[in-house]
Nanobody, 125 residues
Framework: QVQLVESGGGLVQAGASLRLSCVAS????????MGWFRQAPGKEREVVAS????????YYADSVKGRFTISRDNARQTVTLQMNRLEPEDTAVYYC??????????????????WGQGTQVTVSS
């Protein structure tokens, strides 16, 4: 059973930084595109960032461009989301996802096959 485990969430003030990590097990993460999504209360889940299997291509939602950076370390089976200059609007549960049918970064959650349990990020004003 494929497992994705997120960590690094927490409560911070606006302007602060957080670093989310997603560790994959029972799957060769080096072969798959990965993504970070988030879901705020009362809102639909939305893409935050995604990365190709090699790490050479990335995609970012407009709302996080210039503030967030997605990266991966295939040797450590890890995908990371560095979040800088956090805003209250970034408050959400953040999910890591794996796309086992593609190699390029994807923005639609329906294209991802495996999901983590999520980690809460709360940004106070």
């Amino acid at each position: 059973q494929v497992q994705l485990v997120e960590s690094g969430g927490g409560l911070v003030q606006a302007g602060a930084s957080l670093r989310l990590s997603c560790v994959a097990s029972r799957m060769p993460v080096r072969m798959y595109a990965m993504g970070w999504f988030r879901q705020a209360p009362g809102k639909e889940r939305e893409v935050v960032a995604s990365i190709s299997y090699s790490g050479s291509d990335t995609y970012y939602a407009d709302s996080v461009k210039g503030r967030f950076t997605i990266s991966r370390d295939n040797a450590r089976q890890t995908v990371t989301l560095q979040m800088n200059r956090l805003e209250p609007e970034d408050t959400a549960v953040y999910y890591c996802a794996a796309d086992i049918n593609g190699i390029g970064p994807k923005s639609k959650d329906s294209l991802y096959d495996y999901w983590g349990q999520g980690t809460q990020v709360t940004v106070s004003s």
